[in-house]
């Protein structure tokens, strides 16, 4: 069993967004940890 905080997900790509919510261009995004408090108000500020 993996669980969320396991190591080699950090070697792993994650899904951000769907198909239709991007554009052609590339973007540069940054995964926060949600087990951090105070990465989950930066998170929040930005939506």
């Known amino acids: 069993m993996i669980s969320n905080t396991n190591p080699a997900l950090r070697r792993c790509w994650h899904p951000i967004a769907r198909s239709g919510e991007i554009g052609e261009q590339p973007g540069r995004f940054m995964l926060l940890p ?9 998170a929040a500020a930005l939506s």
């Not at 951090?36 to 930066?42: G, I, L, S, T, V």
Request: no cysteine; charged share 10%; hydrophobic share 65%.
């Open 34 to 42: 949600v087990a951090d408090p105070a990465a989950q108000a930066a």
